[in-house]
């Protein structure tokens, strides 16, 4: 009798003890994967995400809801043959709480499936794979960037409102590439142009020769184009260098032009493209941000950095209203689905299937330059094909 006593009491005392350390202890440290490419054709995108993202985080004292960030970084060589394993290295060895990646579509269809089947939060801050935010669409999976469908459609638009008759394309032959071309030619062909030859070659081959003695061949009114990082440098030297960019007008995603121009230099100046980001934008926001992450950096922003910034935006807001509990997912979801989100770009809102609805913008190319046009295609909204949330 008297030992179970003494037993109870101890047991009581001690959960009092812990319940105390408990409440006076921080939280635990949030676990944040950041898989990305850190070498490769878009390794200078990887970094700008990673600059974004940690702008955002610093501007808010380090914290999300009160808990610190401790980073597991993993460079991902936008290589989808290693993509699988890479992520389950995070989720099921490192045991992060949430994913951050990536740039390239391929190796972001592999973190969605993961994400999908695990339930772990995935922010991804570039990749357009329509698939993300389509068939593969989860209450635990949210972009901060595109489809790749959008900036290629809000470009048909435009090139058949300018009149423009029969257009060539030329990309990588990978997801985002496909997707681009794919997005361009619905518009394109629904205001009345035709694409005449679509050429492509694999992930990341930068030997354009043959393909550009193709263009000169063909001869069509334009070209339509997706490249990105160092691909889309060299692409736009070659182009103009072949003496093309004067007889046969070069069109793109803005991915073209966007974080390449100090390297493309002349070659690239005039060249209209399409994006969610323009550089000189009247936007408040935009000149904070860009005068914060020159200050940071010694670097000027592109729009990976922004998209960067916008994935901790998001990050933030969902564990705002979940006191930083990672496991309460829809409660998560519903806050990041009602927000309005402060971005550089313009404040947006995700779509049902949690892939931002924005405007297009139509930029030229003016010395160091994206220089904002006008509208291509206000608050456009992914079709979202195949999701079902
Ligand atoms: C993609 O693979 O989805 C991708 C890569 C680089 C970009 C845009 C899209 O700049």
Redesign the pocket.
Known sequence: MKTSIIRTTVIAATAAALTTAASAQPAAKLKVGLMLPYTGT?AA?GNAIENGFKLYLAEQGGKFAGREVEFVKVDDESDPSKATDNVNKLVKRDNVDVLIGT????V?LAMAKVAKESGTLLIVP????DAVTGAMCAPNIFRSSFS?WQPGYAMGEVMAKRGIKKVATITWK???GDESVRGFKEAFEKGGGTVVKELNLPFPNVEFQALLTDIAATKPDAVYTFF??GGAVKFVKDYSAAGLKKTIPLYGSG?LTDGTLEAQGADAEGLFTALHYADSMDIPKDKSFRLAYAKTYKLQPDVYAVQGYDAAQILGIGLKAVNGDTSKKAEFARAVEAAKIDSPRGAFSLSKAHNPVQDLYLRQVSGKENKLVGIASKALSDPARGCKM
């Not at 740039?103 to 391929?106: A, E």
């Not at 570039?126 to 794979?129: E, L, Q, S, T, V």
Request: proline share 0%; charged share 0%; hydrophobic share 55%.
């Open positions: 878009f995108l740039v390239h579509s391929g972001a570039n990749a357009g794979a790749n990978y997801a985002a990105a990082g991915f």
